[in-house]
């Protein structure tokens, strides 16, 4: 299923001086790290802040977090200066966002849902958000509840990383935004 069959229509915009402008119609804005520039950051942190203030759900995808300081230090700051609702990414990217030394290999996970599970848990109080922890069984928690949803496949969350886009309704479930 394609986003625009769920009345979506996706935008991906970066320039500083419209994001604020796109994201005063959005229903939900995506932030995904994965193309990052120093501009780009900034662009997401003023697209982030914008949603924060309308109550906009924000949904971070932190692509290569652990990877590089870069990458990390930039889902960190994005974390820090905007509400963010989901963070949505595989169990490295997940760990690296509470442990400076877990790293990750570029976008593919070099720790399972498992070894990542507890971590989540007490990472998504902290941050006041839900965790979505891609793999071949999901797992989504906002600390409080844990739910795993059994669609993957052995290879994701090593690989291509699309399937919670196909589940809308997921992230809803925990959303405290």
């Known amino acids: ?3 625009w069959q769920w009345g979506a229509s996706p935008v991906m915009a970066h320039a500083q001086n419209e994001v604020e402008d796109m994201v005063a119609f959005a ?4 932030l995904n790290i994965g193309t990052l520039t120093d501009d780009w950051i ?4 003023k697209a982030g802040k914008k949603a924060s203030e309308q109550q906009t759900p924000v949904i971070l995808d932190p692509v290569g ?6 990458r990390t230090g930039a889902a960190k700051k994005i974390i820090d200066q905007t509400r963010v609702s989901v963070i949505r990414g595989n169990a490295s990217e997940i ?9 990750t290999k570029g976008v593919d996970s070099i720790h399972s849902v498992e070894e990542a ?3 989540a848990t007490v990472l998504a109080p902290e941050l006041d958000t839900t965790l979505a922890i891609t793999g071949p069984v999901d ?9 795993r949803v059994k669609n993957g496949h052995p290879l994701d969350g090593l690989c291509y990383r699309n399937r919670l886009h196909g589940h809308r309704d997921h ?3 925990f959303s405290r935004r």
């Open 65 to 70: 977090s652990g990877a590089t300081p870069l």
């Open 1 to 3: 299923m394609h986003c």
């Open 139 to 147: 797992l989504i928690t906002d600390g409080d509840r844990v739910i």
């Open 117 to 119: 599970a507890k971590t």
């Open 27 to 30: 229903g939900a804005l995506v």
């Open 171 to 173: 992230w809803r479930l």
């Open 95 to 103: 760990l690296s966002l509470r442990h400076a030394e877990s790293k």
């Open 42 to 45: 900034l662009s997401m942190i």
